[in-house]
């Protein structure tokens, strides 16, 4: 039990309640800071425009010497406006820093002279040094013609084209379609002022008939030399595709850069069935082909010696059809190597020979375009 004269206890505010009484004192208290910080700043300022005020007044000569030199130095060099002396530190950093962009501005100077020198290096190499001097011609004994002629046709001049500037595509080119008989040429500079150019030639492998006289192709299907009459030694070869007469060039491929025609295209077709039938044949080894007739692609016919006509068929399995013929053929006796007739071989596996002699329909005739001269042109 309570006594009567007992205070009464004090009564326990909520948690809340509290909570929110500390908040609000501390936000007081924060501004009662805030507050002193500012009047302090504003008094800081008011000092130091006093002190900058007093500073401009210019004092007697004797008073303002005296001054100075009564003045601490620690106060003069705390004043407002004056930088503190730097530390050991501080100068160690601002040395290395200095040195640092001493060496930035050396790098760079280097680097400019580097490039310009390289700048008049390169005009001076592609105006007055390397001037092309000499050609020197590999495997001319190979081809039919002299090393004289394939330096004339390179379109080289001595000592005006620069070793630099020169395209060696466009030489090689040159020589290539100039003088049909070389199948590639390869152009390589050899410093200071020579170029090296090597020449692989090629042969004829196949004459084609074009009104009363021959044009002969290599492998490839490139156009080497008009004649009135084919070799012996090559076949000739009977199509029906029209195509445009550019000695020096090859068969199926647009003259300029031009865009292929149906014309163009179909000479395409043409010439690639050529290669196939060469690259067979080749592979067989079969020598003494007379006739190659592609004028219909489904029945491809070949005459051997002008004796054994061998009929493939179409394009397919050339190379099986041709040395299952090359067999058939190494199997002849002497009696019947003389003997005509013609072997079936569009059924591979099976083979059918017979004694009795075809001849192959009359030769036709190619259609080729001679293109214009200039003077027809222009007329």
């Known amino acids: 039990m309570k006594g009567k004269g007992s205070a009464p206890k004090k009564r326990k505010l909520p948690l809340y309640k509290r909570a929110v009484i500390s908040l609000v004192r501390t936000l007081e208290e924060n501004e009662r800071k805030k507050q002193n910080k500012q009047q302090q700043k504003a ?13 401009q007044r210019r004092p007697a000569t004797s008073d303002r010497s005296a001054r100075r030199n009564a003045q601490p130095r620690t106060a003069q060099q705390n004043a407002p406006g004056r930088r503190p002396p730097m530390t050991a530190e501080q100068k160690r950093r601002r040395a290395v820093y200095l040195r640092r962009m ?22 001076l190499s592609r105006t007055v040094l390397f001037k092309i001097q000499n050609i020197e011609i590999t495997n001319p004994g190979d081809a039919d013609y002299t090393a004289s002629q394939i330096v004339s046709e390179s379109g080289i001049v001595y000592g005006t084209q620069n070793l630099f500037s020169c395209d060696l595509d466009k030489v090689a080119k040159n020589i290539e379609q100039r003088l049909p008989y070389i199948g590639k040429a390869q152009v390589e500079r050899d410093f200071p002022k020579s170029l090296r150019v090597t020449v692989t030639p090629t042969h004829a492998s196949a004459a084609i008939a074009f009104g009363t006289g021959y044009l002969l192709i290599d492998p490839q299907g490139k156009m080497l030399e008009k004649v009135d009459t084919a070799p012996e030694e090559i076949p ?24 292929a025609d149906d014309q163009t295209k179909a000479a395409t077709q043409m010439i690639t ?51 299952t013929a090359a067999k058939t053929i190494a199997v002849e006796s002497d009696a019947s190597r003389t003997r005509t007739g013609a072997i079936d071989l ?34």
């Open 43 to 55: 008094a800081r300022h008011e000092q130091a425009a006093a002190q900058r005020k007093a500073g």
């Open 102 to 123: 001493r060496l930035r501005k050396r790098i760079i100077r280097i680097c400019a002279a580097v490039i310009l020198l390289l700048i008049v290096i390169l005009i």
């Open 236 to 259: 000739v070869l009977r199509c029906k595709t029209e195509f445009e007469l550019n000695l020096g060039q090859y068969i199926g491929v647009s003259p300029n850069g031009r865009k």
């Open 273 to 323: 069935l050529y290669k196939k039938i060469y690259a067979a044949a080749e592979q067989a080894q079969i020598q003494d082909i007379t006739l190659i007739d592609i004028r219909d692609v489904r029945a491809i016919t070949l005459m051997y010696q002008n004796r054994l006509t061998l009929h493939l068929g179409t394009q397919d399995s050339l190379e099986q059809k041709l040395k």
């Open 346 to 379: 569009t059924s591979i596996p099976y083979v059918y020979s017979r004694d009795t002699y075809e001849t192959i329909g009359e030769e036709a005739s190619t259609e080729v375009t001679e293109p214009e001269s200039e003077t027809e042109k222009a007329e």
